[in-house]
């Protein structure tokens, strides 16, 4: 491979490779009334470690103040106290839920941002990352009506799980006002913990005492440690499910009107250090899925061993309807099951496509034992023809043409050199095959969806295969195609286009390839498609060499010698 090509796979590996969304930019303006974090936990009900500063306590209309927050004593600094977010605002005491106060102004732009809260620009303050800090100092300006006396309030995010509210800070006068009481927030009560299980899960009653969703299919959570498990039965007004599989930071289902993600309920168990934590979340669309007003869950139970997440909890049929987060389980739902890595008790993505019941199932309806899949019919179909298509006949056809030109030197078929039918026959029908790949995911997610780097390949894949085709079938005959033309119109955007295409397979199979098939024990199933043509093209090389220093026929290369020093 030379540099050209070499350089051409980097830049297509670091595109196709998944992207993380960053969920820490401070942009928060959803909490400008409340200014709690939408953690799904509750705030911490220990003193805060934090306090909040400023240079002057009596102010007239338009003057400033420095405004500080910081780790409260050196003793905590010792210790490495620090937070990653924050939200500052200025409240008037006399309605300290009438909205932020004046504006700021930024010391540091690199830790700190203003936000708009209420309509007025600047009046609150936030981190730009989840960066460690100590300290942050900003400049906050009086209204030029202001109320008698404001007080200071920040929001300090020390983890994911651990912040504090409204930690309140000194009140500053106006001149000529009166100074109000000073208003501390209430906190709320952490939820109970889960208790351990006593016991591992198993899929005995599957389908006769419980419904059952497993991935590999037949599996059993007791004996099989790559088992991805769901059980769900009745009891009473009641429904227990039994949730279990092998994840790095949570596992977790979701009930679903339809196939698509968006709308639904998820239930997660989320790994937190020697913890689980099991709550309820709503996803609205495709966005970040949001914790419900109400917690349905009890009896929460949960296990840790060997990388291996399970949880249980029993949730009311129905409950708080009028919440259109919470779905009752007298309907028919699909369901979801997924897993991927959590930081400090915040998922991420998910690291596979979920596993999607293949029809679906009244939760408190009479047990079944169902199945499922992590890849649509279409998308199957789809993925099958892009491998033929670029594995089997382009890699075939270039080979053809490449090393089977001196073999069949006036042979001819319908008017034309044998090798040139036979490399122009195979790359039709990868030009067919690869139409008819490309169109599938579009009838699939029923028009345009949302464009990824996948997507991007393709479509330039397409435009190439037809452009190419066009190129083999009016003017790339071998007797008016000279070696510049073939190489410069023909051949190298074939080979920069096998490149993307190779890229673009090998990211997606390794990212949709199973935990039981990457595991050290042996290569994953999902590259040896990848590598057969790549195995061809060197043996067709090494054959090609043999053939032209000894001077023997391509197909008689059995005869041929074919010392070891051909391969260095």
């Not at 030029?144 to 000194?170: C, D, E, L, R």
């Not at 190779?502 to 949709?512: D, K, Y």
């Not at 390839?513 to 790549?534: K, N």
């Not at 043996?539 to 032209?548: D, N």
Request: charged residues 15%; proline residues 7%; aromatic residues 10%.
């Amino acid at each position: 491979m030379n540099r050209r090509d070499q350089a051409t796979l980097l830049l297509l590996l670091s595109v196709c490779l998944r992207t993380t969304r960053g969920f820490s930019n401070g942009k928060v303006t959803q909490a400008c009334g409340n200014m709690v974090p939408n953690h799904g936990y509750d705030s911490s009900s220990d003193p805060p470690p934090y306090t909040i500063t400023v240079s002057k306590t009596q102010l007239t209309p338009g003057e400033q103040t420095k405004v500080t927050l910081s780790v409260s004593t050196l003793e905590d600094m010792s210790k490495g106290t620090t937070f990653k977010g924050f939200f500052i605002q200025a409240r008037d005491v006399g309605k300290p839920s009438g909205g932020a106060v004046g504006s700021f102004t930024l010391m540091n732009k690199s830790i700190s941002q203003l936000l708009t809260c209420a309509g007025t620009q600047g009046s609150a303050v936030s981190h730009t990352s989840e960066s460690k800090k100590t300290e942050v100092e900003v400049i906050w300006t009086a209204p030029a009506n202001p109320p008698s006396s404001v007080q200071f309030t920040a929001t300090v995010v020390q983890k994911y799980k651990i912040y504090w509210v409204k930690i309140p800070g000194p009140v500053v006068t106006l001149t000529g006002g009166t100074p109000g009481p000073s208003f501390n927030p209430t906190t709320a009560q952490p939820t109970t913990s889960p208790a351990v299980l006593p016991n591992q899960f198993s899929s005995e009653g599957c389908g006769t005492n419980k419904s059952c969703l497993r991935d590999p299919v037949g599996c059993d959570p007791k004996t099989d440690p790559v088992c991805f498990f769901l059980s769900f039965r009745t009891e009473g007004q009641s429904v227990v499910f039994e949730l279990s599989g092998p994840a790095d930071g949570y596992v977790s289902f979701g009930l679903s009107l339809d196939k698509w993600m968006g709308n639904d309920e998820i239930y997660l168990c989320v790994k937190d250090g020697d913890l689980v934590d099991v709550r309820t979340t709503y996803a609205t669309g495709r966005s970040y899925p949001q914790p419900t007003s109400e917690d349905p869950l009890r009896d929460r139970a949960w296990a840790l061993s060997d990388g291996v997440i399970q949880c249980n909890f029993r949730r009311d049929i129905n409950f708080n309807l009028a919440d259109h987060s919470f779905f009752s389980l007298d309907h028919n739902y699909y369901l979801f099951m997924a897993n991927g890595r959590a930081d400090s008790g915040r998922i991420r993505r998910h690291d596979r496509q979920p596993l999607i019941s293949s029809n679906q199932i009244v939760i408190s309806g009479p047990p079944r034992d169902l199945t499922g899949s992590r890849s649509p019919l279409l998308i199957k179909y789809h993925g099958a023809f892009m491998l033929v298509a670029w594995m089997t006949t382009v890699s075939t056809g270039i080979i053809v043409a490449r090393y089977f030109k001196p073999d069949w030197p006036e042979s001819s078929l319908c008017g034309q050199r044998i090798w040139f039918q036979v490399h122009r026959s195979l790359m039709i029908v990868s030009v067919l095959l690869t139409c008819v790949g490309f169109i599938l995911p579009f009838i699939y997610r029923g028009g345009w969806s949302k464009v990824r780097p996948h997507t991007h390949t393709y479509i330039y894949i397409y435009i190439y295969k037809a452009y190419n085709v066009d190129k083999t079938l009016y003017a790339c005959i071998p007797e008016i195609c000279t070696h510049t033309y073939t190489h410069t119109f023909h051949t190298s955007p074939l080979q920069s286009v096998r490149i993307l295409f190779h890229a673009n397979c090998v990211s997606c199979l390794l990212f949709a390839a199973p935990a039981s098939q990457l595991s050290d024990d042996g290569p994953s199933l999902h590259i040896h498609p990848v590598c057969h043509p790549v195995t061809w093209r060197l043996l067709m090389y090494f054959k090609e060499k043999s053939r032209r220093n000894h001077k023997c026929p391509l197909y008689w290369f059995p005869n041929c010698p074919f010392p070891i020093s051909q391969l260095v």
